[in-house]
């Protein structure tokens, strides 16, 4: 691979490095040089969320000239690290706890620390060419510090902000900050890049769209062909049809909707794998109730979190995606279609510039039990028609939704931001 636009934007990139991800320190030192621009990514959360995910390869191809300043301790840590990212921790519970719809009150006794924060995000940021803000808290507080530190900020804009999301104080300081204090935009979907147009009135051109990006021969590397011993190294049923949902529990990634399919698809088994990642136990645990009133808790298997995605997706028979609002992005869609197997998405957001329906995946309404049960039983019964919207996805995958696209574009943006 020789990618011009790389080339133009870190000159002396060895661009073929970027055909494997870098393992560790070493490696990204192999192809960064003094002209590339030292950075200082900021993130919230010490979680591995969607996120954190994209951040993760970016973070480690520029590991001899960055650092990652993360507002929270947690296994995002360890991940960064195993790639040889220097990471430093800066938490505060109360700011932490500052949550998205609730900016209201309770973030005056915050006030201290944010300032904390705001002045320890600064300091560190001194000491690199461009500041990039992963996270919209992360964004506030290195938005705000800009009077201390001077360097150009990139809000990489990971959410749809908009009044369904987030609360009206949190939506009126992103659009001033939006507007006046970041230098770069970058939204991980249109539907992202649209709200925040929508909110700030800035013109289109302000807020490039760059999707995330997915290494597929991660996946390419299990070997899913004996799919009985594949499951049983995971401890998941060996011959029964299994219906993967990957993600964080949370009220609006759906869970609820595919626990209620099943008790219409009585052969099928649900695999979620994902945690509670970000205080919603009680609805971890509402989840496991639910499954149990309905009768179908033998057939739905929780799996936690897990770092494996490609060998849990490969053991699936199909993967479903049941969020019932706007996906700013959804990386376990285009993981699905990495994985080759059908995938079965609420048409909302991000995902609407994914899957197309009956051509690359089949696109359900968000929160329609009916639809997916109806989904899953066609797929099933139409194997010709499974195996012909995977192979489409693996091609579009391949075509647009690849890692070293998604690093030429953001590598790209920090350049031009540092210019
Ligand atoms: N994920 C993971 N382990 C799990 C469940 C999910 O690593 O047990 C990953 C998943 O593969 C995807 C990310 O978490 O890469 C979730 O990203 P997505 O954009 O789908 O949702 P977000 O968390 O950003 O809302």
């Known amino acids: ?172 300081i992103v659009r001033w900050l939006a507007k006046y204090a970041a230098d770069r935009l970058v939204a991980n979907s249109r539907a992202s890049a649209d709200a925040l147009i929508a909110l700030t009135g800035l013109p289109a051109q302000a807020v490039p769209v760059v999707h995330n990006g997915v290494d597929a021969s991660t996946f390419a590397a299990v070997d899913a062909t004996d799919l009985v011993a594949l499951r049983r190294r995971l401890g998941l049923p060996e011959t029964a049809c299994l219906a993967g949902l990957f993600g964080r529990l949370a009220p609006w990634k759906g869970q609820h909707i595919a626990i209620e399919a099943m008790t219409h698809l009585p052969d099928v088994h649900l695999v979620l794998v994902g945690a509670a990642l970000f205080g919603e136990d009680a609805y971890a645990l509402q989840l496991r109730d639910q499954a149990k009133q309905l009768g179908v808790a033998d057939r739905v298997h929780f799996a936690g979190l897990r770092d494996d995605m490609p060998a849990w997706m490969k053991a699936m028979n199909l993967i479903l995606h049941t969020s019932t609002e706007a996906e700013p992005f959804g990386r376990v869609v285009i993981e699905g279609m990495a994985a080759g197997r059908p995938i079965v998405a609420a048409a909302a957001g991000g995902v609407l510039e994914i899957v197309r329906h009956r051509e690359n995946g089949w696109l359900v309404k968000p929160g329609d039990v009916a639809g997916y049960v109806e989904a899953i039983e066609t797929l099933r019964a139409e194997p010709e028609l499974a195996q012909r919207l995977t192979d489409q996805a693996s091609e579009d995958v391949r075509e647009h939704f690849t890692l070293d696209r998604y690093l030429q574009q953001l590598t790209q943006v920090i350049a031009v931001a540092k210019s």
């Open 1 to 172: 691979m020789n990618s011009p636009e790389l080339t133009q934007a870190f000159p002396s990139v060895e661009t073929t490095a970027l055909q494997g991800f870098p393992a560790d320190a070493s490696d990204a030192a192999a192809i960064t040089t003094s002209r590339t621009p030292t950075v200082l990514f900021v993130d919230q959360s010490g979680q591995p969320g969607g996120a954190e995910l994209c951040l993760l390869p970016l973070a480690g191809l520029c590991a001899a000239r960055s650092e990652v300043l993360l507002l929270a301790e947690g296994p995002f840590r360890a991940r960064l690290e195993a790639l040889g990212v220097r990471v430093r921790v800066s938490s505060n519970t109360r700011v932490a706890a500052i949550s998205k719809q609730a900016l209201r009150l309770g973030w005056l006794r915050a006030i201290p620390g944010i300032l904390g924060q705001i002045r320890a995000i600064a300091a560190q940021a001194r000491q690199f060419d461009v500041l990039y803000l992963n996270t919209q808290k992360a964004f506030v507080l290195g938005a705000l510090g800009k009077p201390l530190h001077r360097r150009p900020v990139i809000w990489h804009v990971h959410d749809v902000m908009t009044g369904e999301h987030f609360g009206r104080m949190q939506l009126r």
